[in-house]
């Protein structure tokens, strides 16, 4: 049975730092794409990042490049996403999702072929 899982939400003053994880069990992802998305209350959800199998290749939306990092490490079977100078915008529930790599970036909710439970981020001001 196939499994994400994220760990890491909790609750954090504007400014403050967090790291998500995201382990993986199952199956192999090799060849699949690893991203984070999230879902504030009463909004969709959206793309956060997204990083290669290779982990060569990463790609964040606008609003939080520069703040968050995404990496992995194919050895655990786990994707991090890293982030710092958290705004209050940013809280939301986090979700890790994996889609496999077709060749090109696919960051849209359909897209993805398996998610995780997700995990809360409360960023406070």
């Known amino acids: 049975q196939v499994q994400l899982v994220e760990s890491g939400g909790g609750l954090v003053q504007a400014g403050g730092s967090l790291r998500l994880s995201c382990a993986a069990s199952g199956r192999t992802f090799s060849g699949y794409t690893m991203n984070w998305f999230r879902q504030a209350p009463g909004k969709e959800r959206e793309f956060v990042a997204a990083i290669s199998w290779s982990g060569g290749t990463t790609y964040y939306t606008n609003s939080v490049k520069g703040r968050f990092t995404i990496s992995k490490d194919n050895a655990k079977n786990t994707v991090y996403l890293q982030m710092n100078s958290l705004k209050p915008e940013d809280t939301a529930v986090y979700y890790c999702?994996?889609?496999?790599?077709?060749?090109?970036?696919?960051?849209?909710?359909?897209?993805?072929?398996?998610w995780g439970q997700g995990t809360q981020v409360t960023v406070s001001s």
């Open positions: 999702a994996a889609t496999r790599d077709v060749g090109m970036l696919r960051v849209w909710v359909s897209a993805m072929d398996y």
